[in-house]
């Protein structure tokens, strides 16, 4: 089944990218923050969301055990 159709791949998926990009722009920034608006401006608000997340633990906390049961 496609990970669009199943709920617990897409947050798995969601939580992968917001992840990704928030590890690459604590490595190289300027990767991320060079494209703010326009469709690759998305990997900059996961990337803030990511960070948010970071600080904002519980969120994480949360969202782990459905990932841990869908593997």
């Not at 791949?9 to 604590?26: A, E, K, N």
Request: proline share 3%; glycine share 4%.
């Amino acid at each position: 089944m496609s990970a669009l159709f199943n709920f617990q791949s897409l947050l798995t998926v969601l939580l992968l990218l917001i992840c990704t990009c928030t590890y690459l722009r604590s490595i190289i920034p300027s990767i991320i923050d060079r494209n703010k608006t326009g469709f690759l401006g998305i990997f900059w608000k996961f990337a803030r969301i990511g960070k948010s997340l970071i600080l904002n633990s519980i969120y994480v906390y949360f969202c782990r055990p459905s990932i841990v049961h869908s593997v």
